[in-house]
Protein backbone atom coordinates (compact mmCIF):
# COMPACT_ATOMS: atom_id res chain seq x y z
CA UNK A 1 0.00 0.00 0.00
CA UNK A 2 0.86 3.56 -0.72
CA UNK A 3 1.99 6.45 1.84
CA UNK A 4 1.41 9.66 1.79
CA UNK A 5 1.99 12.40 4.57
CA UNK A 6 -0.15 15.39 4.07
CA UNK A 7 1.34 18.66 6.01
CA UNK A 8 -1.27 21.24 6.56
CA UNK A 9 -0.48 24.77 7.31
CA UNK A 10 -2.41 27.92 7.74
CA UNK A 11 -5.88 28.25 8.57
CA UNK A 12 -8.84 26.03 9.50
CA UNK A 13 -10.28 26.60 5.74
CA UNK A 14 -6.80 24.62 4.62
CA UNK A 15 -7.11 21.96 6.77
CA UNK A 16 -10.92 20.75 5.52
CA UNK A 17 -9.35 21.03 2.10
CA UNK A 18 -6.15 18.42 3.44
CA UNK A 19 -8.79 16.34 5.01
CA UNK A 20 -11.03 16.03 1.52
CA UNK A 21 -7.83 15.14 -0.52
CA UNK A 22 -6.99 12.81 2.27
CA UNK A 23 -10.18 11.04 2.02
CA UNK A 24 -9.72 10.55 -1.60
CA UNK A 25 -6.51 9.21 -1.56
CA UNK A 26 -7.36 6.85 1.34
CA UNK A 27 -10.66 5.84 -1.17
CA UNK A 28 -8.52 4.93 -3.32
CA UNK A 29 -6.21 3.11 -1.60
CA UNK A 30 -3.63 4.85 -0.11
CA UNK A 31 -2.29 4.67 3.58
CA UNK A 32 -2.35 8.41 4.70
CA UNK A 33 -0.84 10.29 7.86
CA UNK A 34 -0.95 13.88 8.85
CA UNK A 35 1.49 15.77 10.32
CA UNK A 36 3.37 13.03 11.17
CA UNK A 37 6.36 12.92 14.12
CA UNK A 38 7.49 10.21 12.12
CA UNK A 39 6.95 10.86 8.34
CA UNK A 40 7.65 7.76 6.22
CA UNK A 41 5.06 8.12 3.04
CA UNK A 42 6.37 7.83 -0.48
CA UNK A 43 4.48 10.56 -0.90
CA UNK A 44 4.29 14.22 0.80
CA UNK A 45 1.82 16.67 -0.18
CA UNK A 46 2.11 20.23 1.36
CA UNK A 47 -1.06 22.59 1.72
CA UNK A 48 0.72 26.32 1.91
CA UNK A 49 -0.61 29.63 3.77
CA UNK A 50 -0.43 32.51 2.05
CA UNK A 51 -1.42 35.21 3.84
CA UNK A 52 1.14 37.52 5.46
CA UNK A 53 4.55 37.02 5.36
CA UNK A 54 5.10 34.65 8.23
CA UNK A 55 2.70 32.39 6.84
CA UNK A 56 4.31 32.37 3.78
CA UNK A 57 8.51 32.05 4.80
CA UNK A 58 6.71 29.16 6.86
CA UNK A 59 5.14 27.51 3.77
CA UNK A 60 8.65 27.94 2.06
CA UNK A 61 10.53 26.11 4.61
CA UNK A 62 8.52 23.51 5.04
CA UNK A 63 8.72 22.74 0.65
CA UNK A 64 12.37 23.46 1.29
CA UNK A 65 12.57 20.71 4.10
CA UNK A 66 10.86 18.35 2.03
CA UNK A 67 13.02 18.81 -0.88
CA UNK A 68 15.58 17.97 1.17
CA UNK A 69 14.01 14.85 2.26
CA UNK A 70 13.48 13.69 -1.01
CA UNK A 71 17.44 14.56 -2.12
CA UNK A 72 18.39 12.21 1.13
CA UNK A 73 15.86 9.60 -0.39
CA UNK A 74 13.42 9.79 2.43
CA UNK A 75 10.67 10.50 0.15
CA UNK A 76 10.02 9.86 -3.15
CA UNK A 77 7.35 12.43 -4.63
CA UNK A 78 6.66 15.98 -3.26
CA UNK A 79 3.28 18.16 -4.26
CA UNK A 80 2.28 21.07 -3.30
CA UNK A 81 -0.98 22.89 -2.93
CA UNK A 82 -2.77 25.45 -1.40
CA UNK A 83 -2.91 29.84 -1.03
CA UNK A 84 0.79 30.02 -1.33
CA UNK A 85 0.98 28.11 -5.20
CA UNK A 86 -2.59 29.57 -6.40
CA UNK A 87 -0.97 32.81 -5.97
CA UNK A 88 2.69 32.32 -6.61
CA UNK A 89 2.89 29.16 -9.14
CA UNK A 90 5.09 30.64 -11.75
CA UNK A 91 7.17 31.57 -9.55
CA UNK A 92 7.35 28.76 -7.11
CA UNK A 93 7.62 26.46 -10.16
CA UNK A 94 10.91 28.16 -11.62
CA UNK A 95 12.44 28.53 -8.23
CA UNK A 96 11.94 25.09 -6.82
CA UNK A 97 12.05 22.38 -9.79
CA UNK A 98 12.38 19.42 -7.15
CA UNK A 99 8.59 19.69 -6.84
CA UNK A 100 6.80 17.14 -8.34
CA UNK A 101 3.78 18.75 -8.86
CA UNK A 102 2.22 22.45 -7.60
CA UNK A 103 -1.49 22.58 -7.16
CA UNK A 104 -3.65 25.64 -6.48
CA UNK A 105 -6.57 26.72 -3.98
CA UNK A 106 -9.42 24.63 -6.07
CA UNK A 107 -7.42 22.53 -8.92
CA UNK A 108 -6.02 19.64 -5.90
CA UNK A 109 -8.13 16.93 -7.13
CA UNK A 110 -6.31 16.87 -10.14
CA UNK A 111 -3.48 15.51 -8.18
CA UNK A 112 -4.78 12.03 -8.09
CA UNK A 113 -5.16 11.69 -11.75
CA UNK A 114 -1.75 13.12 -11.99
CA UNK A 115 -0.25 10.43 -10.03
CA UNK A 116 -1.99 8.10 -12.85
CA UNK A 117 -4.59 6.35 -10.33
CA UNK A 118 -6.02 3.82 -11.81
CA UNK A 119 -9.73 3.79 -10.71
CA UNK A 120 -10.76 6.91 -9.17
CA UNK A 121 -12.93 6.49 -6.71
CA UNK A 122 -14.71 9.58 -4.39
CA UNK A 123 -14.40 9.43 -0.31
CA UNK A 124 -15.35 11.16 2.40
CA UNK A 125 -13.66 13.37 4.59
CA UNK A 126 -10.40 11.98 6.52
CA UNK A 127 -10.87 14.10 9.79
CA UNK A 128 -7.53 15.23 11.73
CA UNK A 129 -9.33 16.72 14.25
CA UNK A 130 -10.44 14.57 17.49
CA UNK A 131 -13.51 12.36 16.19
CA UNK A 132 -15.97 14.52 18.40
CA UNK A 133 -15.35 17.50 16.68
CA UNK A 134 -14.75 19.01 12.65
CA UNK A 135 -14.52 22.03 10.56
CA UNK A 136 -17.20 22.71 8.86
CA UNK A 137 -16.24 25.24 5.43
CA UNK A 138 -19.57 26.90 4.55
CA UNK A 139 -18.24 28.97 1.67
CA UNK A 140 -15.05 30.10 -0.09
CA UNK A 141 -13.72 33.37 -1.40
CA UNK A 142 -14.77 36.66 -0.20
CA UNK A 143 -16.39 39.87 -2.14
CA UNK A 144 -14.90 42.58 0.35
CA UNK A 145 -12.04 44.33 -0.45
CA UNK A 146 -10.08 45.27 2.57
CA UNK A 147 -7.27 47.53 2.03
CA UNK A 148 -4.38 44.79 3.43
CA UNK A 149 -6.18 41.54 2.39
CA UNK A 150 -4.97 39.21 -0.50
CA UNK A 151 -7.26 36.34 0.77
CA UNK A 152 -9.67 37.72 -2.33
CA UNK A 153 -6.63 37.55 -4.62
CA UNK A 154 -6.22 34.09 -3.88
CA UNK A 155 -9.52 32.77 -3.43
CA UNK A 156 -11.57 34.69 -5.77
CA UNK A 157 -15.89 35.92 -5.42
CA UNK A 158 -17.79 34.91 -2.64
CA UNK A 159 -19.07 31.32 -3.66
CA UNK A 160 -21.74 29.79 -0.79
CA UNK A 161 -22.11 25.86 -0.67
CA UNK A 162 -25.52 24.64 -1.74
CA UNK A 163 -27.66 24.75 2.10
CA UNK A 164 -28.49 21.02 1.91
CA UNK A 165 -25.14 19.93 0.53
CA UNK A 166 -23.54 21.55 4.09
CA UNK A 167 -26.53 19.66 6.17
CA UNK A 168 -25.73 16.07 4.47
CA UNK A 169 -21.90 16.87 5.48
CA UNK A 170 -23.16 17.41 9.18
CA UNK A 171 -25.29 14.36 9.28
CA UNK A 172 -22.85 12.00 8.08
CA UNK A 173 -20.03 13.45 9.90
CA UNK A 174 -22.76 13.23 12.90
CA UNK A 175 -23.14 8.96 11.66
CA UNK A 176 -19.33 8.87 12.56
CA UNK A 177 -19.26 10.13 15.97
CA UNK A 178 -18.61 13.70 15.82
CA UNK A 179 -20.98 16.03 17.95
CA UNK A 180 -19.50 19.43 18.00
CA UNK A 181 -19.39 22.07 14.59
CA UNK A 182 -16.69 24.94 14.17
CA UNK A 183 -18.38 26.63 11.31
CA UNK A 184 -15.87 28.53 9.18
CA UNK A 185 -15.45 30.75 6.07
CA UNK A 186 -13.43 33.87 5.14
CA UNK A 187 -16.96 35.95 5.19
CA UNK A 188 -19.79 33.79 7.04
CA UNK A 189 -22.20 36.53 7.23
CA UNK A 190 -22.15 36.73 4.07
CA UNK A 191 -23.28 33.19 3.68
CA UNK A 192 -26.09 32.37 1.20
CA UNK A 193 -26.02 35.91 -1.01
CA UNK A 194 -24.45 34.47 -4.27
CA UNK A 195 -26.65 31.20 -4.08
CA UNK A 196 -30.10 32.59 -2.74
CA UNK A 197 -29.98 36.34 -3.26
CA UNK A 198 -29.92 36.70 0.51
CA UNK A 199 -28.30 36.45 3.48
CA UNK A 200 -28.63 32.79 4.97
CA UNK A 201 -26.41 32.09 7.63
CA UNK A 202 -29.41 32.48 10.20
CA UNK A 203 -31.26 29.75 8.39
CA UNK A 204 -28.23 27.52 8.32
CA UNK A 205 -27.31 27.29 11.55
CA UNK A 206 -30.92 26.96 12.24
CA UNK A 207 -31.54 23.91 10.52
CA UNK A 208 -28.26 22.87 12.10
CA UNK A 209 -29.12 23.19 15.29
CA UNK A 210 -31.91 20.90 14.53
CA UNK A 211 -30.02 17.94 13.52
CA UNK A 212 -30.15 14.95 16.05
CA UNK A 213 -26.72 14.72 17.23
CA UNK A 214 -25.28 17.81 17.08
CA UNK A 215 -24.28 19.21 20.86
CA UNK A 216 -22.35 22.60 19.60
CA UNK A 217 -21.79 24.92 16.93
CA UNK A 218 -19.56 27.44 16.70
CA UNK A 219 -19.26 30.34 14.42
CA UNK A 220 -16.03 31.82 13.08
CA UNK A 221 -15.24 34.88 10.89
CA UNK A 222 -18.09 37.23 10.55
CA UNK A 223 -17.81 40.17 9.35
CA UNK A 224 -19.21 44.07 11.32
CA UNK A 225 -21.20 45.09 7.84
CA UNK A 226 -24.89 44.29 6.90
CA UNK A 227 -24.75 41.91 10.41
CA UNK A 228 -27.88 39.35 10.03
CA UNK A 229 -29.61 39.94 13.11
CA UNK A 230 -31.42 37.15 12.79
CA UNK A 231 -27.97 35.25 13.63
CA UNK A 232 -27.99 36.49 17.19
CA UNK A 233 -31.88 35.51 17.99
CA UNK A 234 -30.97 32.05 16.48
CA UNK A 235 -27.77 32.07 19.30
CA UNK A 236 -29.86 32.62 21.76
CA UNK A 237 -32.99 30.33 21.70
CA UNK A 238 -30.73 26.82 20.06
CA UNK A 239 -29.06 25.69 23.62
CA UNK A 240 -26.56 23.92 20.80
CA UNK A 241 -25.81 27.11 19.08
CA UNK A 242 -22.99 28.44 21.49
CA UNK A 243 -22.88 31.77 23.01
CA UNK A 244 -19.44 32.38 20.83
CA UNK A 245 -19.05 34.91 17.98
CA UNK A 246 -15.56 35.40 15.74
CA UNK A 247 -15.67 38.67 14.41
CA UNK A 248 -12.00 40.46 12.91
CA UNK A 249 -12.78 44.02 13.71
CA UNK A 250 -9.23 45.39 12.56
CA UNK A 251 -9.32 48.92 14.78
CA UNK A 252 -11.91 51.09 15.62
CA UNK A 253 -10.70 55.25 14.75
CA UNK A 254 -12.61 55.67 11.71
CA UNK A 255 -9.68 57.32 10.18
CA UNK A 256 -7.91 53.94 10.45
CA UNK A 257 -11.28 52.09 9.57
CA UNK A 258 -12.00 54.35 6.32
CA UNK A 259 -8.33 54.08 5.36
CA UNK A 260 -8.68 49.80 5.34
CA UNK A 261 -11.74 49.98 3.68
CA UNK A 262 -13.74 48.58 5.78
CA UNK A 263 -16.99 50.20 5.02
CA UNK A 264 -18.10 50.78 9.07
CA UNK A 265 -17.54 53.40 11.86
CA UNK A 266 -16.76 53.58 15.43
CA UNK A 267 -19.96 54.76 16.16
CA UNK A 268 -21.55 51.38 14.08
CA UNK A 269 -18.71 49.03 15.37
CA UNK A 270 -19.61 49.68 19.34
CA UNK A 271 -23.40 49.94 18.69
CA UNK A 272 -22.80 46.49 17.33
CA UNK A 273 -21.27 45.16 20.10
CA UNK A 274 -23.26 46.78 22.78
CA UNK A 275 -26.33 45.17 20.37
CA UNK A 276 -24.69 41.53 20.28
CA UNK A 277 -24.50 42.05 24.12
CA UNK A 278 -28.03 42.84 24.60
CA UNK A 279 -29.42 40.07 22.52
CA UNK A 280 -27.28 37.62 23.68
CA UNK A 281 -26.33 37.27 27.09
CA UNK A 282 -22.76 36.03 28.13
CA UNK A 283 -21.86 35.81 24.50
CA UNK A 284 -18.07 35.40 24.53
CA UNK A 285 -16.42 37.51 21.52
CA UNK A 286 -13.47 36.81 19.39
CA UNK A 287 -11.97 39.27 17.65
CA UNK A 288 -8.81 40.30 15.67
CA UNK A 289 -7.23 43.62 15.48
CA UNK A 290 -4.26 45.29 13.59
CA UNK A 291 -1.97 47.75 14.47
CA UNK A 292 0.51 49.99 12.41
CA UNK A 293 -1.49 49.84 9.37
CA UNK A 294 -0.20 52.98 7.17
CA UNK A 295 -0.75 56.45 8.54
CA UNK A 296 -1.69 55.11 12.18
CA UNK A 297 -1.05 57.78 14.75
CA UNK A 298 -0.88 57.48 18.24
CA UNK A 299 -4.02 58.63 18.77
CA UNK A 300 -5.77 56.41 15.98
CA UNK A 301 -3.31 53.66 18.58
CA UNK A 302 -4.80 55.25 21.60
CA UNK A 303 -8.25 54.65 20.61
CA UNK A 304 -7.91 51.05 20.06
CA UNK A 305 -6.49 50.99 23.66
CA UNK A 306 -9.32 52.34 24.81
CA UNK A 307 -11.65 50.70 22.60
CA UNK A 308 -10.15 47.16 23.92
CA UNK A 309 -10.88 48.59 27.57
CA UNK A 310 -14.25 49.60 27.30
CA UNK A 311 -15.58 46.81 24.86
CA UNK A 312 -13.81 43.89 26.98
CA UNK A 313 -13.48 41.04 24.31
CA UNK A 314 -13.20 37.66 25.72
CA UNK A 315 -10.83 36.96 23.37
CA UNK A 316 -9.15 38.14 21.63
CA UNK A 317 -5.85 38.10 19.28
CA UNK A 318 -3.51 41.10 17.45
CA UNK A 319 -0.79 41.21 14.75
CA UNK A 320 1.12 44.36 13.15
CA UNK A 321 0.42 45.18 9.38
CA UNK A 322 2.62 43.57 6.95
CA UNK A 323 2.62 45.03 3.50
CA UNK A 324 0.72 42.13 0.60
CA UNK A 325 1.67 42.25 -3.01
CA UNK A 326 -0.84 43.56 -5.14
CA UNK A 327 -3.18 45.04 -1.88
CA UNK A 328 -5.12 48.05 -2.06
CA UNK A 329 -2.53 49.13 0.66
CA UNK A 330 0.27 48.32 -0.99
CA UNK A 331 -0.35 49.63 -4.03
CA UNK A 332 -1.79 53.27 -2.48
CA UNK A 333 -0.16 53.66 1.02
CA UNK A 334 3.34 53.97 1.95
CA UNK A 335 4.22 51.86 4.60
CA UNK A 336 5.42 54.01 7.04
CA UNK A 337 4.92 53.31 10.79
CA UNK A 338 8.15 51.87 11.94
CA UNK A 339 8.78 48.28 12.56
CA UNK A 340 9.85 48.87 16.05
CA UNK A 341 6.79 50.97 17.08
CA UNK A 342 4.21 48.12 15.35
CA UNK A 343 6.35 45.85 17.98
CA UNK A 344 5.80 48.08 20.45
CA UNK A 345 1.82 48.94 20.24
CA UNK A 346 1.33 45.55 19.14
CA UNK A 347 3.14 44.41 22.71
CA UNK A 348 0.99 46.54 24.78
CA UNK A 349 -1.88 46.03 23.52
CA UNK A 350 -1.47 42.57 24.25
CA UNK A 351 -1.05 43.25 27.68
CA UNK A 352 -4.24 45.24 28.36
CA UNK A 353 -6.08 42.21 26.90
CA UNK A 354 -4.38 39.59 29.17
CA UNK A 355 -5.36 42.01 31.91
CA UNK A 356 -8.75 41.78 30.73
CA UNK A 357 -8.43 38.44 30.08
CA UNK A 358 -7.23 37.11 33.22
CA UNK A 359 -9.63 38.87 34.95
CA UNK A 360 -12.98 37.45 33.00
CA UNK A 361 -12.00 34.00 33.24
CA UNK A 362 -11.13 34.77 36.78
CA UNK A 363 -14.99 35.40 37.20
CA UNK A 364 -16.15 31.82 36.17
CA UNK A 365 -14.17 30.29 39.20
CA UNK A 366 -17.25 29.10 41.45
CA UNK A 367 -19.54 28.59 38.23
CA UNK A 368 -20.38 25.01 36.98
CA UNK A 369 -19.97 24.92 33.52
CA UNK A 370 -20.65 22.01 30.52
CA UNK A 371 -16.72 21.14 29.49
CA UNK A 372 -16.18 18.46 26.03
CA UNK A 373 -12.81 16.48 27.02
CA UNK A 374 -10.54 17.26 24.18
CA UNK A 375 -7.48 14.99 25.11
CA UNK A 376 -4.99 14.03 28.01
CA UNK A 377 -1.92 15.81 28.86
CA UNK A 378 0.35 14.28 31.94
CA UNK A 379 -2.13 14.23 34.88
CA UNK A 380 -4.71 16.37 33.25
CA UNK A 381 -8.10 15.72 30.78
CA UNK A 382 -8.16 19.29 28.67
CA UNK A 383 -11.01 20.41 27.76
CA UNK A 384 -12.79 23.02 26.90
CA UNK A 385 -16.46 25.45 27.46
CA UNK A 386 -18.44 26.52 25.01
CA UNK A 387 -17.07 29.85 25.03
CA UNK A 388 -13.97 27.95 24.00
CA UNK A 389 -13.11 27.05 20.21
CA UNK A 390 -9.90 24.24 19.85
CA UNK A 391 -6.25 25.44 19.76
CA UNK A 392 -6.88 28.97 20.03
CA UNK A 393 -8.79 29.66 23.39
CA UNK A 394 -8.69 29.36 26.78
CA UNK A 395 -8.87 25.44 28.26
CA UNK A 396 -9.93 23.47 31.16
CA UNK A 397 -7.61 21.41 32.94
CA UNK A 398 -9.20 18.70 35.37
CA UNK A 399 -7.33 16.28 37.10
CA UNK A 400 -7.40 12.31 36.38
CA UNK A 401 -9.03 11.76 40.01
CA UNK A 402 -11.62 9.87 37.81
CA UNK A 403 -11.84 8.16 34.63
CA UNK A 404 -13.44 10.42 32.00
CA UNK A 405 -14.10 9.85 28.07
CA UNK A 406 -12.71 11.90 25.28
CA UNK A 407 -15.51 13.50 23.35
CA UNK A 408 -17.95 13.63 26.19
CA UNK A 409 -19.25 16.75 27.91
CA UNK A 410 -19.00 17.06 31.62
CA UNK A 411 -20.31 19.32 34.28
CA UNK A 412 -17.12 20.91 35.67
CA UNK A 413 -17.04 22.96 38.68
CA UNK A 414 -13.99 25.43 38.11
CA UNK A 415 -12.02 25.95 41.27
CA UNK A 416 -9.22 28.30 39.81
CA UNK A 417 -8.02 30.33 37.11
CA UNK A 418 -5.02 31.52 35.02
CA UNK A 419 -4.24 34.15 32.80
CA UNK A 420 -5.85 31.94 29.84
CA UNK A 421 -6.47 28.84 31.17
CA UNK A 422 -9.35 27.77 33.81
CA UNK A 423 -9.30 24.28 36.34
CA UNK A 424 -11.92 22.31 37.70
CA UNK A 425 -13.41 19.08 39.31
CA UNK A 426 -16.03 17.00 38.11
CA UNK A 427 -19.70 17.58 39.67
Known sequence: MKTVDFISLGCSKNLVDSEILMGLFEKNGFQVTHDSDDPHGEIVVVNTCGFIADAKEESINTVLEQVARKNAGEVKKIYVMGCLSERYLADLEAEIPEVDGWYGKFNYKQLLSDIKVE?????????????????????????????YCAIPLITGR????????????????????????QIIAQELTYYGV?????????????????????????????YPTHFPWRL????????????????????????????????????????????????????????TLMVGFPGETEEDFKELVDFVKWARFERMGAFAYSEEDGTYSAEHYEDDVPEDVKQRRLDKLMRVQQNISAEIEAQKVGQTLPVIIDRVEGDYYIGR????????????????????????IYQVRITDSEEFDLYGVVE
Open 119 to 147: KLCDGQRHLTTPRHYAYIKISEGCDRHCA
Open 158 to 181: HQSRPMEEILDEVRWLVSQGTTEF
Open 194 to 222: DLYGEQRIAELIEQMADIEGVTWIRLHYA
Open 232 to 287: LEVMREKKNVCRYLDIALQHISDHMLSRMRRNTTKQETMELIERMRKEVPGIHIRT
Open 385 to 408: TEFCSPEVDPEVLIHQDIKLEIGK
